[in-house]
């Protein structure tokens, strides 16, 4: 640091200095602002969700999928196959959904990446545990309240619990039927 007897030079210097270096600034955040407008890769879409998801999420193999499943429900964004012997297989997410693609093409908001965990933390319930709906959004309902999730995203997913609790039962109903 230099304290010394100042002239008007040297402080046109410093006021060089200064220049140069609130330039170097501007440049450097309006580089920023270009970076994020630029969306995520999806395998950084993933890695971003699965940062919030926690360790359990990053130990399930995960597939990204660019169409869903034949059958598979209206609005899905995630499903998890199982081997011959029962146990998970692995989690796919689909990459076209809402939540994927606000979490890909809006990577500083929050609350699109963490809608995407949740789907990844229910998806891995069914991968370690079985086909219980109730109890998969049940774990991504507690993910959502713990990271303070916007209040519509888990009235969303209450009302899709609603549902799927609803078709699980009646196709298990229908199942009991057709097994007497
Ligand atoms: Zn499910």
Known sequence: MELGSCCSSNLWIRAVRIATLIGACVAHSSEARTAAAQPLTERE?????????????????????????????NGIQGWTTRGRDGRGERVFLLT??????CAMHMKDNFQCRLKLASVIV?????????SNEAEAYGAQLMFLIGHNAALEDIV????????????????VDAARRVAK
Request: hydrophobic share 50%; aromatic share 6%.
């Open 96 to 101: 076209t959904s809402p939540a994927f693609q």
């Open 45 to 73: 879409t993933l890695n971003a969700a699965l940062f919030l998801a926690g360790r359990d999420a990053a130990a399930v193999p995960i597939v990204l999928a660019s169409e869903a499943p034949a059958g598979g429900a």
């Open 122 to 130: 229910h998806e891995v319930w069914h991968f370690k545990h079985g």
């Open 156 to 171: 969303d997913v209450r009302a899709s619990r609603a549902q799927a609790v609803a078709a699980q039962k009646k196709a």
